[in-house]
């Protein structure tokens, strides 16, 4: 039970990252990106080509993964979602998953369909206390961990955190107090092609790396964010552990194929019973 508990922590983190990313982006630009699961996975492949490729650290190939995201999906923005400011939901909605589908053949066709893996050392698990871990679910344990404590003082102790806030709350008064939008948007797409390329390329050290990795993650981030309160991180970050710990303890009376129904259940759960998510806000109609 510990381990399945151990397990199930494991696997929120890598949700945690790219949710954070979801719910910064849900609530500067008010529209559910579909496409960041091609994010996460553009990431992986990124620097899958630097370390493998190219032949740097896998650690200078994460940042430098990040870097080349930022700069793809800025480029999205600019193309794509600026030319759409405005419009309704399910508009943002349909671009965002054109964007998926685009990002995702762009993969194919550079790296083709077979599963990759990064050039890394093979390490015994370690043993503590009965439980078993290995390198990868430390990395992955400090990195989501230093992650989210950086996102967390850029959001709560910088003036981009407070405009960024601003933006969110009421992107017409913030351009009267002198807040671009459209610098907060472009930071924001920032933050967010580095918390996705992170958790492509723990993902891709944890597992193996495919054009799917990243759709695999789609049900359970939507699930993690709408569970925690669309549009507030720190409900993202709780939505997702909720989420990895119960998927890891359905395993027990499931298969693991059926995993992901898990989070399937939760996203139905949630909107019947509290649609606000648990640390969100109910909206107040006037």
Not at 103 to 126: C, K, Q
Not at 238 to 260: D, H, K, N, S, W
Request: proline content about 4%.
């Amino acid at each position: 039970m510990l381990q399945i508990l151990l397990n199930g922590i494991v696997s929120g983190l890598l949700v945690a990252l790219p949710a954070v990313a979801l719910s910064l982006t849900y609530g500067v630009l008010n529209f559910p990106n579909f496409a960041i699961g091609s994010m996460i996975t553009f990431g992986a492949y990124i620097a899958l080509f630097f370390n493998v490729d190219i032949g740097v650290s896998l650690f200078v190939a994460a940042g430098l993964a990040a870097v080349g995201l930022a700069a793809v999906a800025l480029l999205i923005d600019r193309l794509v979602y600026r030319p759409l400011r405005g419009a309704d939901h399910v508009t943002l909605l349909v671009a965002s998953i054109g964007v998926y589908f685009v990002l995702e053949n762009v993969v194919r066709f550079l790296f083709g369909s077979d599963i990759r893996g990064y050039d890394v050392t093979v390490a015994r698990p370690h043993r503590w206390m009965g439980l078993r871990v290995n390198n990868e679910q430390i990395l992955i344990f400090v990195v989501a961990f230093l992650a989210m404590v950086i996102v967390w003082f850029i959001l709560m102790r910088t003036p981009f955190g407070r405009a960024m806030r601003a933006v969110s709350d009421n992107p017409d008064l913030a351009d009267v107090r002198g807040i671009s939008r459209n610098k907060v948007i472009a930071l924001v797409w920032v933050i967010a092609a580095a918390l996705c390329s992170t958790a492509g390329v723990l993902i891709g050290m944890d597992g193996i790396i495919d054009p799917l990795m990243g759709w695999n993650y789609v049900l359970p981030l939507f699930a993690a964010v709408i569970l925690g309160g669309i549009g507030n991180p720190l409900g993202a970050v709780l939505g997702a552990l909720i989420i990895g710990i119960v998927e890891e303890m359905a395993t027990l009376v499931l298969p693991t194929t059926y995993r992901q129904a898990v989070s399937f259940v939760i996203i139905v759960l949630v909107l019947l019973l509290r649609p606000h998510g648990l640390l969100g806000k109910p909206r107040i109609s006037r």
